[in-house]
């Protein structure tokens, strides 16, 4: 049974930095793409980072390059989301997910729909 579990949220100020957890059990994370999402209230979910199968290749929204960093600990079955830089408007609840298939476009990477599993979310507030 495939299992997401987010951990790492938080309260942090302006500027500050968060390391964002996806332990995986059920499968391998290397064996599917795992992805990072945001939902602010009243909005709707956002895909922020990818990281494909096997081949590691990294996605990222266009509006948070430089800030984030996705990685894999295949050891600990683990994937990590690195918010560096935050702002206020990056509140939101953080979710991961994980598709068995490869992705094959930026598109597909952060889109909500092509993803099968998902964790039940860890909060992130930026504020003074």
């Known amino acids: 049974q495939v299992q997401l579990v987010e951990s790492g949220g938080g309260l942090v100020q302006p500027g500050g930095s968060l390391r964002l957890s996806c332990a995986a059990s059920g499968f391998t994370v290397d064996d599917y793409a795992i992805a990072w999402f945001r939902q602010a209230p009243g909005k709707g979910r956002e895909g922020r980072s990818c990281?494909?199968?096997?081949?590691?290749?990294?996605y990222y929204a266009d509006s948070v390059k430089g800030r984030l960093t996705i990685s894999r600990d295949n050891a600990k079955n683990t994937v990590y989301l690195q918010l560096n830089s935050l702002k206020p408007e990056d509140t939101a609840v953080y979710y991961c997910a994980a598709r068995e298939l490869p992705v094959f476009t930026p598109v597909q990477a952060m889109g909500q729909y092509e993803y099968d599993d998902w964790g039940r979310g860890t909060q992130v507030t930026v504020s003074s």
């Open positions: 990281i494909n199968v096997s081949d590691g290749r990294t």
